[in-house]
């Protein structure tokens, strides 16, 4: 049996072929859109996301834990022996160093004026949050070591 055609199916569709490559330079022109997008946001996000930790190691030697509270290099350590308890000195808020007021015994933010208590816990002001505490070691001869993320 012959194979029978019929004569307008030979016939190319112009309107058919101008659709298919209008579809397929949309296609390609957003995908360059989307990768040149990419390449352009995602050094901007990386920054954003990208945080590099590093640890300073702070000690106290004895003769610096005078009084109730210390304060070395960003860090104000409270209590003394097993009960030593080391706060980072860093506003909650915006990162401003707070002072510590031995009147009213509380941690005061110079910048925005939040209100810690003696502990760290936040009293009041824009902070919203404690103090960060951070773990302290007490070694032999009274030394304590505090690491400090920065
Ligand atoms: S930085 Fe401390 S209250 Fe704003």
Same mark, same amino acid.
């Given at each position: 049996m012959a194979n029978i055609q019929h004569p307008a199916s030979s016939i190319q569709h112009p309107e058919t072929d101008m659709e298919r490559r209008g579809f397929l330079k949309r296609g390609l022109l957003w995908l360059m859109y989307v990768s040149g997008a990419a390449v352009l946001a995602y050094p901007a996000f990386s920054f954003m996301g990208?945080?590099?930790i590093t640890k300073k190691r702070i000690v106290f030697q004895p003769d610096?834990? &005078? $009084? #109730?509270?210390?304060?070395k290099e960003?860090?104000?350590?409270?209590?003394?022996g097993a009960d030593v308890k080391a706060l980072s000195a860093r506003c909650t808020?915006?990162?401003?160093?707070?002072?510590?007021?031995?009147?009213?015994r509380n941690f005061k933010c110079p910048c925005h004026g939040?209100?810690?208590?003696?502990?760290?816990?936040?009293? &009041? $002001? #824009?902070?919203?949050?404690d103090l960060i505490s951070i773990?302290?070691?007490?070694?032999?001869?009274?030394?304590?070591e505090v690491e400090l993320e920065i």
């Open positions: 990208f945080r590099k610096e834990l &005078s $009084g #109730p509270v210390c304060f960003g860090v104000y350590l409270i209590g003394k808020h915006l990162g401003c160093i707070v002072n510590y007021d031995a009147v009213s939040s209100i810690f208590g003696p502990s760290g816990r936040w009293i &009041s $002001g #824009p902070a919203g949050k773990p302290a070691k007490t070694g032999p001869g009274g030394v304590v």
